[in-house]
């Protein structure tokens, strides 16, 4: 999401998607895509969350090599009626919401470089297929993302979508659920990663709340570093039904009012589950 509205780049369509040219990729290329695939799902057992790990198993992504958009978009559509679509990287907002709001998840199309396995700034297309379809093909996931792309449009007029990508980089980017008790991983950012996936789960370095809408956008978040606070939700049905029901117009107006959190912060109505050391973030130099 993010940049300007302009035109689309020479080549993409009207609506910024590319073909993703998959007969283009090298042997290297799949080949990162099977050591990236290999190492992030034998950690993510036992870690992240079983509507996830349902999701990697039903769109058959652990077939080798990078994944045909067009093959996993049949297949994810007869489960939950979303498509992967290629776009050549971000996209302005408004395009990023209108392909959500139509069930068209936007994937970056290239994939990172062997000396780049533990780290990218730009979402390549490891973070967005690995990271994010698994759980499109969850039903109740499938229309938070929908009821997500609907909320942003809706927000461009009200000028919230900074407090509003709050939200989707707390939840779809670094979310963490509960289930059966234990604490498990759903966030795109996190379950694509390797550090990410120790530290969100096992480190006593950072807070890890329960999920509250208003206070997530609220709160500012590092772009540049592992979170400083991850937000718990106990199931995608009560994350769906706290966003799709909001009534987004007074809560924005009340927003305007309120001081923004810092990442590291616990304010008194925070319901904590863990009250982190945050000695990640204060012995960097
Ligand atoms: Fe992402």
């Known amino acids: 999401m993010a940049t300007d509205p302009i035109h689309p780049p020479p080549g993409a369509h009207a609506d910024w998607t590319i073909p993703q040219d998959w007969a283009c990729y090298s042997p290297r290329e799949h080949q990162v895509w099977d050591e990236l695939f290999a190492r992030q799902s034998a950690m993510l057992a036992g870690r992240a969350s079983a509507v996830f790990l349902k999701g990697l198993d039903n769109l058959r992504l652990s077939r080798a090599g990078i994944p045909d958009f067009e093959?996993?978009?049949?297949?994810?559509?007869?489960?939950?009626?979303?498509?992967?679509?290629?776009?050549?990287?971000?996209?302005?907002?408004?395009?990023?919401?209108?392909?959500?709001?139509?069930?068209?998840?936007?994937?970056?199309?290239?994939?990172?470089?062997?000396?780049?396995?533990?780290?990218?700034?730009?979402?390549?297309?490891?973070?967005?297929?690995?990271?994010?379809?698994?759980?499109?093909?969850?039903?109740?996931?499938?229309?938070?993302?929908q009821a997500y792309g609907q909320g942003g449009l809706r927000a461009l007029n009200f000028h919230a979508?900074?407090?509003?990508?709050?939200?989707?980089?707390?939840?779809?980017?670094?979310?963490?659920?509960?289930?059966?008790?234990?604490?498990?991983?759903?966030?795109?950012?996190?379950?694509?990663?390797?550090?990410?996936?120790?530290?969100a789960l096992d480190d006593s370095s950072p807070n890890r709340l329960q999920f509250d809408l208003e206070r997530v956008m609220r709160t500012r978040y590092r772009i540049d570093d592992y979170q400083q606070s991850y937000f718990v939700i106990d199931s995608f049905e009560e994350l769906l039904h706290q966003t799709a029901e909001a009534d987004f117009a007074p809560l924005y107006r009340r927003l305007e009012s309120l001081s923004d959190i810092s990442p590291n912060a616990i304010i008194p109505s925070d319901r904590v589950i863990d009250r982190g050391t945050q000695a990640h973030a204060s012995c960097k130099h």
């Open 161 to 199: 979508l900074e407090k509003l990508a709050r939200l989707y980089w707390y939840t779809v980017e670094f979310g963490l659920i509960r289930e059966q008790g234990s604490l498990r991983l759903y966030g795109a950012g996190i379950v694509s990663s390797f550090g990410e996936s120790v530290f």
């Open 71 to 145: 093959e996993l978009s049949e297949r994810l559509y007869r489960q939950t009626g979303w498509q992967v679509v290629a776009v050549p990287g971000l996209v302005p907002d408004a395009v990023f919401f209108e392909h959500l709001a139509n069930r068209r998840f936007v994937a970056g199309r290239f994939i990172r470089r062997p000396d780049q396995l533990d780290y990218l700034q730009e979402p390549d297309v490891f973070h967005d297929v690995f990271g994010h379809v698994p759980l499109l093909s969850d039903p109740v996931f499938a229309d938070y993302m």
